[in-house]
């Protein structure tokens, strides 16, 4: 089982940028694909990126590409989301998610484990 906690989110104008961390907890982690989604008020939570247990892959939602960058570290139990060049419609909850033995999943329905969310506003 693995337990996961966000943090890094906060207020930031637009252009700006923010860096969310996701530590896990449990002995497995890095069996573990990781992914990051996002939930704005009143819309479904989706895909935003995803990485594979080694690192090697990622994949990103076209609305990111460019600007966000997920990485990990496996002997920290950590996952990482630079976000770059912040806008106004990346305002949302984000979650960190695990998918074991997974390829990096944009189904949100592929990843068993979630953590708590963590706020990210862009001010225009």
């Known amino acids: 089982q693995v337990q996961l906690v966000e943090s890094g989110g906060g207020l930031v104008q637009a252009g700006g940028s923010l860096r969310l961390s996701c530590a896990a907890s449990?002995?497995?982690?890095?069996?573990?694909?990781m992914g990051w989604f996002r939930q704005a008020p009143g819309k479904e939570r989706e895909f935003v990126v995803a990485?594979?247990?080694?690192?090697?892959?990622?994949y990103y939602a076209d609305s990111v590409k460019g600007r966000f960058t997920i990485s990990r570290d496996n002997a920290k139990k950590t996952v990482y989301l630079q976000m770059n060049s912040l806008k106004p419609e990346d305002t949302a909850v984000y979650y960190c998610?695990?998918?074991?033995?997974?390829?990096?999943?944009?189904?949100?329905?592929?990843?068993?484990?979630w953590g708590q969310g963590t706020q990210v506003t862009v001010s225009s």
């Open positions: 449990g002995r497995t982690f890095s069996s573990y694909a």
């Open positions: 990485i594979t247990w080694s690192g090697g892959n990622t």
């Open positions: 998610a695990a998918e074991r033995y997974g390829m990096g999943s944009r189904s949100k329905y592929e990843y068993s484990y």
